[in-house]
C-alpha cells in the first residue's frame, strides 16, 4: 500500500523561479502534493528571527540552520503544521510568522515552533539554489 | 444459540434440511424460545434498533456504490449527479448520512445503558469487549465515509486524523504514508478509503453475531441486575421481545425520518459543499458530531503524542471497565452514589462534545482540560472507590419480585445533577456572550420564505425572476455547473414547459467537439447541457477578479452558513430552522455600504460589507434598483432581486427539495399509524405477563 511508481515519479524535484518575489512577499508552490512556502524576508523579519534565544525555543534550531547562507533572505518551509497538518497562514500571529488556525499554533519568521500544540518546527524540504534566482526544490 | 435445540419444523422440506444442517433450530433458539427477562425496559430495544440501522446502512450504501465515483477529480460531483439524477438518490443519500447519525446517537444511548444498569460485569465481559470492538469498528467506519464526498470537511478531516499517527514514534511516518498512498491526502487515499469503507461494516456485522451470541450465551442483563432464576422471570422473545422491538424501532424511525425529510443537513458541515482544496485549510476543522467528546480530550492536551494517546485511551479504557468497577450489585437503580455520578459522567460527555465544536481558544481550553480530567477520574478513581466504600441497597430476590414490588419504587432526588446541570447552563451562558464578542461579522437577519418549513414550496415567481437576475447580472462571474438546462422545466423547479427550456438552452453557445477534423466547435445549447461557465478554469477565474476566484453558485446556499450558537442549534432541530444559507446570501447581497465603519480596514481592490467574514469582500456591490426589468410587476429594488435570486440559487442547491417534503410527510403519516399498531399490538401480547 506504499506510493506506487507513477506517484513517486510525480515527486521528482521541480525548480522554481524567484525573481517576481519581492522583498516581503511570500509565494506558495505545490510539491508532491504539500504546499511549500518560499518568503522574501525583509531585515527587520531575519532580525527578529536571529534575536532570539534558541535555546529557549521548544524546537532549538537556529535561523542560519534553517537557510542558505549567501541567500538570507529566502525561508523556504513545507507549509504544513506539524500538529495535525492543517495549512498556516503567512503573515499573522504574533511573531509575524506564520499561524495555524486549526489548533492555534504560531510560528516565528523562521518557521519556527513558538506557541501552541505543534511539537517541532516547519520542516524545511530538501533545496538548493541553482542560481541567485532560481531554486530546485527535491 | 445456546446449545442444542429439541425445536422441529413441521414443514418436510424444512426437515430434511434441519436434519443436515440445523438453521432453523438454530434461528428458533435464537429468536422464537429464547427466554427474555421479563422486567426489561425500553433502553433495551436499542439493540434491535442497531441492527436495524446497520441493515439500513449497508442496504443503502451498497446502492450509492452503485453510483459513487470513487476519484478525487470526480467523487464530489458524482454525489451530486446521485442526489440530483438518480432516481431517489436524494433519498439514498440522505438516508446513508442520517443512517450514520442515528447509527451514533442509538450506540451511545446502548452503551450509556450498559454503564448504567452494569451490563458489562460477569459474566458479560467478552460481551461487553466485542461492543467497544465494534463501536471501533463504526468510529473507523463512519470517518472513511465521511471522506468520500470529498468536500472540504472530508479532505480536512481526513488530513487531520490521519495526521494523529504520525504522533506513534518511530512507525508513525511510514503508517501515515501507508494511509495516504502518496506523500499527502490525495486520489489513492480516496481510492483505498472507499475500499475500507466498503469492506468494515461487513466485519461489525461478523463482530455483531459474536455480540448477539456472547448475549445468548450470557443471557440479558436487566434494570434490576439479578440473574433469571426460574422460569417466571422469563418470556419467551417472540412475541414478547420482538414485538417491543419493533414499537422501539417504529419510534426511532419517526426520529430519523425528521431528519431524512426535513432537516438532511442540519447534522452535516456547509464547508462539505465546498470541493476539496489542498490550498486551503478552512478556518476551523470540526469532526462529526459523534466525534467531538473525543476531539475535544484531543485538543485540551497540549501534548501532540499525549493527546492521541489520551484520546485512544479515552475509549480503549471502555474495555477494562468491567475490572475497573469491581461493585457486585449490577444496576445503578440499587446504588445510591453510582447513580449521580453516572448522570455527572453523562454530562461531561455531553459538554466535551459541545467543547469540541468550538475554537481551542480561551475559556474552552481551560473548561476542555476540565473535562477531560473528568472524564477519566469517572473510569480510574470514581468507579474503583465507589465499589469500595458504597453502601447498595437492597436488590430483590429475583426477577419477579422486582416486578411486583415495582410499584412501591420512589424517585431519588438527583440533587447533584441538578446543580451540575445549573453549572453547565452559565458555562454556556458565559460562552455564548464570548463567543459573540470574538466573531466579527453581523449575524444576517431572519426571513420569510416560501420553501421554509415542514410544507414549504418553492415560489415558482420567484423562481423565474431569480433565474433571470442569474442570467442577466451573476452569471458574467458566477458559474451553475451542477444545473442543466432540463432541470428548469423539471417538476419542482421554476414551472417551465419542455419547449421553454429548450428555447432558453439554444440562447447559449455552448464548446462541443472534437469533430471529424479533430477541432472543437461551438453550437447551440440543448436541454441536456449544462450552463456554461464565465471562466474556463479556477485559475483563469481568479486572475480575472484580482486574485479571488467567484465561486460556483449551485450549491452555495448549502455551503453558506453561520454560527447559531447555543440554545438555537438546540430549537432549530424542533422548528426545523435550516435557511441559514439563504438568510446569509440575501443578507450578502444587500449587506453593502458606502461608509466604512471606524477600525475597519478595507484593502484597495475590496470593497465594505457587513455581513461578509472579515468585512473585506472582493466581489464589488453587484446589484442596484432598476437594474433587471421585471415583467410581472414586482418591485424591482435590490431587497427583491436579493430574495428572488436567493430562491432561485436555494432550487439549485436542491431541486428535489418539494419531492422530499411531499414524501416526508407521507412516510409521516404511515409511521404514525405503524408505530401505534405495534404499540397495541405490544399491550395485547404483554397483557399476560405484567
Keep these: ?138 | 444459540m445456546s446449545g442444542p435445540s429439541d425445536y422441529q419444523p413441521s414443514n418436510p422440506a424444512l426437515q430434511w434440511i434441519e436434519r443436515r444442517l440445523p438453521i432453523f433450530g438454530l434461528m428458533h433458539s435464537s429468536f422464537v424460545a429464547y427466554p427474555t427477562p421479563r422486567n426489561l425496559n425500553y433502553w433495551w430495544t436499542f439493540g434491535a434498533i442497531l441492527s436495524f440501522m446497520l441493515g439500513m446502512q449497508i442496504l443503502t450504501g451498497v446502492i450509492l456504490a452503485m453510483h459513487y465515483t470513487p476519484h478525487a477529480d470526480l467523487a464530489f460531483k458524482s454525489v451530486e449527479l446521485i442526489v440530483r439524477d438518480v432516481n431517489y438518490g436524494w433519498l439514498l443519500r440522505n438516508m446513508h448520512a442520517v443512517g450514520a447519525s442515528m447509527f451514533f446517537v442509538a450506540v451511545y444511548v446502548h452503551m450509556f445503558r450498559g454503564l448504567y444498569y452494569g451490563s458489562y460485569k460477569e459474566p458479560r465481559e467478552v460481551l461487553w469487549i466485542l461492543g467497544v470492538i465494534i463501536y471501533l469498528l463504526m468510529m473507523a467506519t463512519g470517518f472513511m465515509g465521511y471522506v468520500l464526498p470529498w468536500g472540504q470537511m472530508s479532505f480536512w478531516g481526513a488530513t487531520v486524523i490521519t495526521n494523529l499517527f504520525s504522533a506513534i514514534p518511530y512507525v508513525g511516518e511510514s503508517i501515515v504514508t501507508l494511509l495516504w498512498g502518496g506523500y499527502s491526502v490525495g486520489n489513492p487515499t480516496l481510492n483505498r478509503f472507499f475500499s475500507l469503507h466498503y469492506l468494515l461494516p461487513f466485519l461489525i456485522a461478523g463482530v455483531v453475531v459474536l455480540h448477539v451470541w456472547a448475549l445468548h450465551v450470557a443471557g440479558q442483563n436487566n434494570p434490576d441486575g439479578v440473574e433469571p432464576k426460574t422460569e417466571k422471570d422469563t418470556v419467551p422473545f417472540t412475541p414478547h421481545a420482538t414485538i417491543k422491538d419493533m414499537f422501539g424501532v417504529a419510534c426511532f424511525m419517526l426520529l430519523y425520518a425528521w431528519f431524512i425529510f426535513y432537516m438532511p443537513n442540519y447534522l452535516g458541515d456547509a464547508d462539505n459543499y465546498i470541493p476539496a482544496n489542498p490550498g486551503v485549510t478552512p478556518p476551523h476543522i470540526v469532526p462529526e458530531w459523534y466525534y467531538l467528546p473525543f476531539y475535544a480530550i484531543l485538543r485540551s492536551i497540549p501534548n501532540k503524542l499525549a493527546g492521541v494517546v489520551a484520546m485512544f485511551g479515552a475509549i480503549i479504557i471502555l474495555c477494562f471497565l468491567p475490572w475497573l468497577d469491581a461493585a457486585k450489585t449490577k444496576s445503578s437503580k440499587y446504588r445510591p452514589l453510582a447513580k449521580q455520578f453516572f448522570w455527572i459522567f453523562v454530562v461531561v460527555c455531553i459538554l466535551l462534545g459541545y467543547l469540541g465544536a468550538q475554537p481551542p481558544e480561551g475559556i474552552y481550553v481551560v473548561a476542555g482540560r476540565v473535562l477531560t480530567v473528568c472524564y477519566f477520574a469517572y473510569f480510574l478513581i470514581v468507579l474503583p472507590l465507589l465499589s469500595r466504600i458504597e453502601k447498595p441497597r437492597p436488590v430483590p430476590n429475583s426477577i419477579s419480585d422486582a416486578v411486583l414490588a415495582k410499584t412501591g419504587s420512589r424517585s431519588t432526588p438527583m440533587v447533584s445533577t441538578a446543580i451540575l446541570l445549573a453549572l453547565a447552563g452559565s458555562l454556556f451562558a458565559g460562552s455564548i456572550d464570548s463567543a459573540k464578542a470574538s466573531e466579527g461579522s453581523d449575524t444576517p437577519p431572519g426571513n420569510k420564505w416560501s420553501f421554509s418549513g415542514p410544507f414549504g414550496t418553492f415560489d415558482r415567481g420567484a423562481l423565474q425572476r431569480g433565474l433571470k437576475v442569474y442570467k442577466e447580472v451573476c452569471s458574467s462571474c458566477h458559474g451553475l455547473s451542477y444545473i442543466a438546462f432540463r432541470n428548469l422545466a423539471e417538476a419542482g423547479g421554476p414551472g417551465y414547459s419542455v419547449a421553454q427550456a429548450s428555447a432558453f438552452a439554444s440562447e447559449y453557445k455552448v464548446k462541443d467537439g472534437p469533430n471529424d477534423a479533430g477541432d472543437m466547435f461551438e453550437r447551440a445549447g440543448r436541454p441536456a447541457d449544462y450552463f456554461p461557465s464565465p471562466f474556463p478554469n479556477e485559475q483563469a477565474a481568479r486572475a480575472a477578479n484580482g486574485g479571488a476566484a467567484p465561486p460556483d453558485l449551485s450549491l452555495i446556499t448549502k455551503a453558506r452558513s453561520y454560527k447559531r450558537g447555543f440554545p438555537w442549534f438546540i430549537f432549530d432541530v424542533f422548528t426545523q430552522y435550516q435557511e441559514q444559507g439563504p438568510d446569509y446570501v440575501t443578507a450578502l447581497l444587500q449587506g453593502y455600504e458606502e461608509k466604512v465603519p471606524e477600525g475597519v480596514t478595507i484593502p484597495e481592490g475590496s470593497y465594505y460589507n457587513k455581513y461578509f467574514p472579515g468585512h473585506a469582500i472582493k466581489m464589488p456591490k453587484p446589484l442596484s434598483d432598476g437594474q433587471v426589468t421585471y415583467d410581472d410587476g414586482s418591485p424591482t429594488t435590490v431587497a427583491q432581486y436579493a430574495k428572488d435570486v436567493t430562491t432561485f440559487l436555494m432550487w439549485t442547491a436542491e431541486p428535489h427539495m418539494e419531492a422530499r417534503k411531499r414524501l416526508g410527510f407521507q412516510v409521516f403519516v404511515f409511521l404514525i399509524l405503524f408505530a401505534g399498531l405495534m404499540y397495541f399490538t405490544k399491550k395485547k401480547v404483554w397483557a399476560s405477563s405484567h
Excluded at chain 1, 52 to 68: G, I, M, W, Y
Excluded at chain 1, 70 to 80: A, E, F, S, T, Y
Aim: charged share 20%.
Design chain 1, 1 to 138: 500500500m506504499n506510493p506506487d511508481a507513477s506517484t513517486i515519479a510525480a515527486g521528482a524535484p521541480i525548480e522554481v523561479d524567484l525573481s517576481p518575489v519581492a522583498e516581503g512577499q511570500d509565494i506558495k508552490v505545490f510539491w508532491r502534493g504539500k504546499p511549500i512556502y518560499i518568503s522574501h524576508r525583509t531585515k527587520k523579519q531575519i532580525e527578529e528571527a536571529r534575536a532570539v534565544n534558541v535555546a529557549s525555543l521548544p524546537d532549538p534550531q537556529t535561523d542560519e540552520a534553517r537557510v542558505k547562507s549567501g541567500h538570507d533572505q529566502w525561508l523556504v518551509v513545507i507549509g504544513i503544521c506539524t500538529h495535525l497538518g492543517c495549512i498556516p497562514i503567512a503573515h499573522e500571529g504574533s511573531y509575524d510568522g506564520f499561524f495555524c488556525p486549526c489548533h492555534g499554533s504560531v510560528y516565528d519568521t523562521s518557521g519556527r515552533i513558538r506557541q501552541g500544540p505543534a511539537p517541532s518546527n516547519l520542516p524545511v524540504p530538501p533545496y538548493q539554489f541553482v542560481s541567485d534566482t532560481k531554486i530546485q526544490i527535491g
